[in-house]
């Protein structure tokens, strides 16, 4: 079955930077497209970025570009999220989730979230 376990998260500074890690498993790593999907509080729920990675590639929401670099250990089986620059908005419960496309609605199998909370 897939399993999809999402790490990293914390209290942290505006301004500062953490890495949400998501080891997977139960599935074909690279045929996937893995995403993390955020929800704040009082927010929609809002896919922040993707990776295909059987081809590397990669997708953000303006929200988070430019501040966010999604990758992938494929060896391991884990996708990474390094997020910089965090702003008060970008608290939130991070979930890892895999899909067939780069959409929230095709997001079939989500886990557990971490929650990041940024402070001023």
């Known amino acids: 079955d897939v399993q999809l376990q999402a790490s990293g998260g914390g209290l942290v500074q505006a301004g500062g930077s953490l890495r949400l890690s998501c080891a997977a498993s139960?599935?074909?790593?690279?045929?996937?497209?893995i995403g993390w999907v955020r929800q704040g509080p009082g927010r929609e729920r809002e896919l922040v970025s993707c990776?295909?990675?059987?081809?590397?590639?990669?997708r953000y929401e303006n929200s988070v570009k430019g501040r966010a670099t999604i990758s992938s250990d494929n060896a391991k089986n884990t996708v990474y999220l390094q997020m910089n620059s965090l702003l008060l908005e970008d608290t939130a419960v991070y979930y890892c989730?895999?899909?067939?496309?780069?959409?929230?609605?095709?997001?079939?199998?989500w886990g557990k979230g971490t929650l990041v909370t940024v402070s001023s």
């Open positions: 989730t895999v899909g067939e496309y780069c959409r929230l609605a095709d997001m079939d199998y």
């Open positions: 139960g599935f074909t790593f690279d045929d996937a497209v």
């Open positions: 990776i295909t990675p059987g081809n590397g590639a990669t």
